[in-house]
């Protein structure tokens, strides 16, 4: 079992980008116009699930 | 294969503004943008500064919504300052149309000769002999590249151009807003002046706008910075702002819309056949979170630099660094200077702002001068004295820099 990762809700994300902008390992690329996160690069730091206005993404196993 | 002397990725205001000087000064500019209209979504609170009139950038007046007649400020415990137009007008004179903003910007661009595509996303950078040369892109399920002697990232907040050029464009929590955002109608309040309301616990590290557009229809919204934010906080204390608020909480909403503004410091902004301007530049205001005047002062230098670099042939960094002074002169030294009072603020507590508030709500801003303000502010609330200090010393520090 290895860590939560970052899990973007596609029915939620409104694409701003923010969580893009603040991720630092460069894992969240806007797809079809929503967020999505590359897992096997998420370091499961959370900085994009607290940052995400609409608490779009969560932590998932 | 299509060769350009300069690809401009993004065409938000500052990259079609670069479009347009650099096309007026003879280069052959293509704008890219990959959404499939331009100025779709509105990403912004659409207040700009009244400055943008001596510019000469925009024509007509459709992209308008209302001019305002000041700002009026509330603090945590919403005692009111309220800024004329005079003081306020540098950073809030109009509430535009913010699609029919871009849309008047990417007009002009191509009006000067600049040529422009749809949909069409730029993946990756052309790298010949480790030289930047172009723009990989894709439209339509198409992948091609597209050649060129300059790439300038104009490609917001989350810049992908200026990483892939090897600059670090990831913005820290610490210096994020996250912005949630609605557009009201049937609103009854009054709508000539633009509001800001702060408070720790209204807005964490940030604060609430409230826009009127003209005719009940108001720009409503909350920035929050990322490093004070939690899953969703900004639509919850947003919500909540609106349901106590007398005139918007009858409002019904038309629009709906999340965005991230940095208040960071600017990043480098040139390298080898790269410009990087606007928010991808990281040049929106850290107090305000503004960054409408500085991409449409950053994306005209920039414009006209690469014309000079078209005409000399020369695309290295530094024959392109004269982008990079030339914005330092105009913008540079109040971002860095407004990067820092977000800091002091960012320390002071409600109390302190309710002081300040209240020193300042009776003050006469027209008659302004520095002695009379300290006179204001420190008559009325003595311990202010200690906890402007640090203005007090970055103004000094900034005369003598004059």
């Known amino acids: 079992m290895g860590k939560p990762k970052a899990v973007v809700n596609v029915h939620d994300c409104l694409s701003c980008g923010g969580c893009v902008s603040v991720c630092p390992v460069d894992a969240i690329i806007m797809k079809n116009k929503v967020a999505f996160v590359h897992s096997e690069k998420c370091t499961s730091c959370e900085l994009c699930v607290n940052t995400c206005p609409v608490g779009a993404i969560s932590m998932e196993d | 294969m299509m060769k350009y002397d300069a690809i401009i990725v993004g065409a938000g205001p500052a990259g079609s503004v670069t479009a347009r000087f650099a096309a007026e000064s003879g280069a052959k500019v293509l704008l890219i943008d990959r959404r499939p209209e331009i100025g779709i979504p509105v990403l912004c609170g659409e207040g700009i500064s009244q400055r943008v009139d001596k510019w000469n950038m925009l024509e007509g007046s459709d992209w308008i919504a209302n001019k305002m007649d000041g700002a009026k400020i509330y603090s945590p415990d919403d005692t009111m300052v309220t800024l004329s137009k005079e003081m306020a007008g540098n950073e809030t004179g109009y509430v535009v149309y913010r699609d029919r903003f871009d849309k008047e910007l990417a007009r002009q661009a191509g009006k000067a000769g600049a040529e422009l595509l749809l949909k069409t996303e730029a993946v990756d950078l052309i790298k010949k002999k480790d030289k930047i040369a172009g723009v990989k892109v894709n439209q339509f399920g198409e992948s ?39 557009t009201l109608e049937n609103v009854n309040w009054p709508e000539d002046y633009a509001e800001f309301y702060l408070g720790k616990k209204r807005a964490p590290g940030g604060y609430v706008w409230v826009f009127p557009k003209g005719n009940g229809e108001f720009n409503v919204g909350i920035g929050v910075l990322a490093s004070l934010s939690s899953p969703g906080k900004p639509k919850a204390l947003l919500d909540q702002f609106i349901d106590n608020h007398p005139g918007l909480k009858k409002g019904s909403p038309v629009r709906m819309l999340t965005g991230a503004v940095s208040v960071a410091k600017p990043v480098e902004t040139v390298r080898d056949n790269v410009l990087l301007v606007g928010d991808a530049a990281r040049h929106a205001d850290s107090i305000t979170g503004g960054g409408l005047t500085t991409s449409l002062e950053g994306g005209k230098i920039a414009g006209e630099v690469i014309g000079d670099a078209v005409e000399q042939q020369t695309f290295d960094k530094e024959f392109l660094e004269s982008y990079e002074k030339r914005w330092k002169q105009v913008f540079g030294q109040k971002l860095l200077r407004n990067y820092v009072v977000k800091e002091i603020m960012l320390d002071m507590d409600d109390k302190t702002l309710n002081m300040l508030a209240d020193s300042l709500k009776d003050y006469k801003f027209e008659e302004f001068s520095t002695l009379s303000l300290v006179k204001a502010l420190v008559l009325k609330h003595p311990t202010l004295l200690m906890k402007l200090k640090p203005l007090m010393k970055l103004s000094e520090k900034s005369k003598e820099n004059k």
Do not use: M, R
């Open chain 2, 144 to 182: 091609f590249e597209i050649e060129s002697d300059v790439v300038v990232a104009c490609d917001g907040v989350e810049s992908k151009v200026g990483k892939w050029a090897g600059i670090n464009t990831t913005v820290k929590p610490v210096d994020l807003e996250t912005c949630f955002q609605y």
